[in-house]
């Protein structure tokens, strides 16, 4: 039961382009967002979040969009750079029961110059 | 310098060894957490830790064992390795749940 889904595994875009990469979820208990970037050989870094009462948080290049009707959040790089080419993470913060984060399969981004 | 590190980085082992990997975090951080990263799967928990002494399964707990006995590290104890247990494994802390979580270097695994 993927309750965090990412169903775009990669995403190519040319260099100084908007990249814009999705996520849903389907428990409404989550009440707070995070993305993470990976690097090869690399742990995950943390990115941007947003708290659930939120429909937008910018951090320079970085912006993350929440829909809760939808149950859908996106990032959005805007340029993107060649050194945006990682994997990027999802996940949401789940406090009811057992506290935890839920993370989503993964984006592949590519930047192309 | 803040960091999490992990040992050993690479391990190939066979079947029913026991083995364990060891994570330690020098941020005075009360939430630690183990992850398994495998093809298509993306992340997944295996325990986490509230604070010394107090741990708790993930989603993928089977097979696996950690402890808090110390704030700063929080080792996963594999008693009786099987291949299915081949991941990459990452080690998290952070301040709280759903602060940003520092990631150590991650640990190959293989299990033949």
């Known amino acids: 039961d993927q309750q965090v889904k990412q169903n775009s595994p990669s995403l190519s875009v040319q260099e100084g382009r908007i990249s814009i990469l999705n996520c849903d979820y389907t428990n409404s208990m989550f009440d707070y967002f995070l993305w993470y970037k990976k690097y090869p050989a690399e742990g995950p870094t943390f990115l941007i979040s947003i708290s659930s009462i939120k429909d937008k948080n910018e951090d320079g290049r970085f912006t993350v969009f929440l829909n809760k009707s939808a149950k859908h959040l996106s990032l959005h790089i805007v340029p993107s750079q060649p050194g945006d080419s990682a994997v990027y993470f999802c996940a949401a913060r789940l406090i009811q029961g057992a506290q935890k984060l839920v993370f989503g399969q993964g984006t592949r981004l590519t930047i192309n110059p | 310098e803040a960091q999490v590190t992990q040992n050993p980085r690479y391990l190939i082992t066979v079947t029913g060894k026991k083995l364990t990997v060891t994570c330690s975090q020098n941020?005075?951080?009360?939430?630690m957490s183990w992850y398994r990263q495998d093809p298509g799967l993306g992340l997944r928990q295996i325990y986490y830790?509230?604070?010394?002494?107090?741990?708790d399964k993930g989603d993928v707990p089977e097979g696996y064992k950690v402890s808090r006995k110390e704030k700063r590290n929080f080792p996963l104890i594999l008693e009786s390795p099987s291949p299915n247990q081949t991941s990459l494994y990452f080690c998290?802390?952070?301040?709280?749940?759903?602060?940003?979580?520092?990631f150590g270097p991650g640990t190959r695994l293989t299990v033949t």
């Open positions: 830790s509230m604070n010394v002494e107090v741990t």
């Open positions: 998290a802390s952070s301040v709280g749940l759903g602060f940003e979580q520092y």
């Open positions: 941020m005075n951080h009360e939430y």
